[in-house]
């Protein structure tokens, strides 16, 4: 059984950082890609980050290029978001997902597995 578990959340100033780490268990993700995605209250799950397994190619979204790095680790089947000078709209759950195929990788739909969330507040 895949479990994704998400640490790293907490409540945090405007301008500060967070590193947010992802461990997976249940199977070896040597292809596919992990994702991470966020959602705030009363709106959608919105793409964040992805990256690669295999050649860990990163794409991320417009509103958090320049202060969201991905990164990720094979032999530990673990990820981490890295998350740079926030702003209180960054407030939100979020949530590491788990694609286990080549392909697509920036919609919720396109991955199998999901962890729990964890939530990261801003203050301003």
């Known amino acids: 059984q895949v479990q994704l578990v998400e640490s790293g959340g907490g409540l945090v100033q405007a301008g500060g950082s967070l590193r947010l780490s992802c461990a997976a268990s249940g199977r070896t993700f040597g292809t596919g890609a992990m994702g991470w995605f966020r959602q705030a209250p009363g709106k959608d799950r919105d793409f964040v980050a992805a990256?690669?397994?295999?050649?860990?190619?990163?794409y991320y979204a417009d509103s958090v290029k320049g202060r969201f790095t991905i990164s990720r680790d094979n032999t530990k089947n673990t990820v981490a978001l890295q998350i740079n000078s926030l702003t209180p709209e960054d407030t939100a759950v979020y949530y590491c997902?788990?694609?286990?195929?080549?392909?697509?990788?920036?919609?919720?739909?396109?991955?199998?597995?999901w962890g729990q969330g964890t939530q990261v507040t801003v203050s301003s």
């Open positions: 990256i690669t397994w295999d050649r860990g190619v990163a």
């Open positions: 997902a788990a694609r286990v195929l080549p392909g697509p990788m920036l919609s919720a739909s396109d991955y199998n597995y």
